[in-house]
């Protein structure tokens, strides 16, 4: 293992593309009538990589973030703002119930656990499947104050913690969606 790490080390873009290449793979996989995907795959497979200590320079870490939101905005930006209208106003307010509700349970849930600022963080993220919290998060972090190897071990637990809920946050969604959202919308 400590060669692999001493290579990630030298040259960390051989992670990033490890885990891009390894996430695809894994997501191509069928599990029944499931099937992971590459965006869910390369979470799992980076968070496997990232065990052996990969370290990335911040400024790599924000740009390929802003690349990941900008991709995401240009693809369903769009798609929102034509879907804006006086009859959204009830999926609007449930969106807003399920996001405070979802955040509240976070907050709670690291106070009874005990979870770090950065891990609870990546939970929020992971969980509501709302990437943009990452970067705040990260952001947040380190205006703390705290001591640089604090920082970074609190940035590398939302990054965990987004991979390992966002996969469980993406069938809560499929559920509200399909079970919850029609009753209160009076529509399927």
């Known amino acids: 293992m400590h060669w692999l790490q001493a290579i990630f080390q030298q040259a960390p873009e051989i992670a990033l593309f490890l885990s891009l290449a390894g996430g695809y793979a894994i997501g191509k996989i069928h599990f029944g009538k ?38 995401v905005g240009f693809e369903s930006g769009p798609q929102f703002f034509r879907s804006l209208g006086r009859q959204s ?28 600022k950065g891990l609870a963080a990546g939970i929020a993220a992971g969980g509501l499947t709302q990437s943009a919290i990452i970067g705040t998060a990260s952001s947040a972090i380190s205006k703390l104050g705290l001591a640089a190897d604090e920082v970074q071990r609190l940035q590398a637990n939302v990054a965990v913690g987004y991979a390992v809920t966002y996969i469980f946050g993406s069938f809560g969604a499929i559920i509200v969606c399909v079970n919850l959202l029609p009753k209160f919308a009076a529509k399927n």
């Open 89 to 116: 106003l009830r999926e609007i307010a449930m969106a807003a119930v399920l996001a405070i509700s979802g955040l509240a349970t976070v907050v709670i849930m690291a106070r009874i656990f005990g979870l770090d």
């Open 34 to 71: 499931f099937q992971l995907g590459g965006v869910a795959g390369s979470l799992l497979v980076a968070v496997i990589i990232s065990q052996v200590g990969v370290q990335i320079d911040n400024g790599v870490k924000a740009l390929l973030f802003a690349l990941f939101i900008y991709a």
